[in-house]
């Protein structure tokens, strides 16, 4: 075998999750750090005689179980096909590496699923994968080398699953991983917050929930003032006058709305701001039910003051 026969175009990671990936089947194109991958979804219900389902129990074709961590009501097989963009040696392309850039990549994929469609993910972690194998491919396609099979020491299941796509929310989702483009960071931080609420750390819900917000304000009014032409200098005074200051003052300046005579205005001081400064500063015991009208109410605030 020459040396070019001895060169990888191409790595295969396959692979189980133990949640259904509420996508459908086929390839998803992902850029990511300079990575381009093609990832491979076929998902798989367990049936409905499987042991222990109580009698009578019918699950609809779309369900889901929430917190399934051992996958007996479903999995998805995932196939992660990296695009090397040089010839390289197999010996430099070590499973594990491998292995770290796959659950990369479907974190990537997870995250822009929960962006577009306001669905719950967690996180996907190494111990959640059992085992894997590696197959690497020469310039011809054919296989080089042996498969090389890694398994995983004491792998904990911790991922539930979500809705269903529609065809739009799959469109954005392709779109959006195959150009590398990024969430909104505040976008990111309130789906951290119902991540938060999910594990009941509601006073980490309610945080981050304000923390999203606050960056929401300082990009919009940042935006908003330059349209408008005023110099960066300007704008980064501006933004140090203070969070009420820029609501009151500031928000009517560069939408034409008088944005603290409104009820988003009074619901996001009650439900938002109140409860984290109490939570910050006092040590005030957060409820469910505070964690969830916290996170709506900034998220219901933040569709309002764009739509303006």
């Not at 090397?84 to 850039?101: C, E, G, Q, R, W």
């Not at 820029?246 to 560069?254: G, S, T």
Request: glycine share 6%; aromatic share 12%; hydrophobic share 40%.
């Amino acid at each position: 075998m020459n040396n070019i026969e001895n060169l990888i175009k191409a790595s295969v990671l396959i692979f189980d999750v133990p949640f259904m990936i509420n996508l459908p089947n086929g390839d998803y194109n992902v850029y990511i750090d300079n990575t381009y991958a093609t990832v491979k979804l076929e998902r798989f219900r367990s049936p409905t005689d499987m042991p222990g389902l109580p009698k009578g129990v019918i699950f609809p074709s779309n369900s889901y179980i929430l917190g399934d961590r051992w996958g007996r009501f479903n999995h998805t097989k995932i196939q992660v096909t990296f695009h090397h963009h040089i010839y390289i040696k197999a010996t430099a392309l070590l499973p594990s590496f491998l292995f770290s850039k796959a659950i990369d990549i479907i974190n990537r994929l997870l995250s822009v699923c929960r962006g577009v469609k306001g669905d719950h993910y967690i996180r996907l972690i190494t111990s959640d994968v059992f085992s894997y194998n590696v197959f690497y491919f020469g310039s011809d396609g054919k296989q080089v080398n042996e498969s090389v099979f890694a398994s995983m020491p004491d792998s904990i299941m911790a991922m539930g699953g979500t809705s269903e796509a529609t065809n739009e929310q799959v469109t954005k989702i392709r779109e959006i991983l195959s150009t590398n483009a990024q969430l909104p960071l505040f976008q990111e931080i309130i789906l951290d917050a119902w991540d938060y609420h999910f594990y009941r750390n509601y006073r980490a819900a309610v945080i981050e929930s304000g923390t999203a917000f606050e960056i929401f304000i300082d990009n919009f009014i940042w935006e908003r003032y330059s349209r408008l032409g005023k110099t960066e200098e300007e704008i980064k005074n501006i933004l140090e006058t203070g969070l009420k200051n820029l609501l009151r003052e500031h928000i009517r300046k560069v939408t034409g709305t008088n944005f603290s005579a409104t009820q988003q205005y009074l619901d996001w001081e009650k439900y938002a701001y109140e409860i984290r400064n109490e939570t910050i500063h006092r040590g005030t015991r957060v409820s469910d039910a505070d964690s969830v009208k916290a996170i709506e109410t900034v998220t219901d605030t933040i569709k309002f003051l764009m739509s303006l």
